[in-house]
């Protein structure tokens, strides 16, 4: 059973910074691309962020270019979203998913994590 577990979110001000996780069980993430998404109350999921199965390479939203930072630890099967300078906008609940290969952002959403809550505020 391919589970996603997110976590690291939060209550922060805004210049803050936190880092989330997405801790893969089920599957190998050497093989998946990576998406993280967030949906903020009465707004559509967004795609903020993809890293590559292949060679690392790394899609940014460009609301969120220079401020966050998408890496992935293969020998933990954890994918990071390291996010920086973060503002009120940045508020909403924060996924990881995946479903394929790709060669930034995964093909195909198959598998989902609970969500964490990143709050942005002072």
């Known amino acids: 059973q391919v589970q996603l577990v997110e976590s690291g979110g939060g209550l922060v001000q805004p210049g803050g910074s936190l880092r989330l996780s997405c801790a893969a069980s089920?599957?190998?993430?050497?093989?998946?691309?990576i998406g993280w998404f967030r949906q903020a109350p009465g707004k559509e999921r967004e795609g903020v962020s993809c890293?590559?199965?292949?060679?690392?390479?790394?899609y940014y939203t460009d609301s969120v270019k220079g401020r966050f930072t998408i890496s992935r630890d293969n020998a933990k099967n954890t994918v990071y979203l390291q996010m920086n300078s973060l503002k009120p906008d940045d508020t909403a609940v924060y996924y990881c998913?995946?479903?394929?290969?790709?060669?930034?952002?995964?093909?195909?959403?198959?598998?989902w994590g609970q969500g964490t809550q990143v709050t942005v505020s002072s």
């Open positions: 089920g599957l190998s993430l050497d093989y998946y691309a």
């Open positions: 890293i590559s199965s292949r060679d690392g390479s790394t």
């Open positions: 998913t995946t479903g394929s290969s790709g060669r930034l952002c995964p093909r195909r959403y198959d598998y």
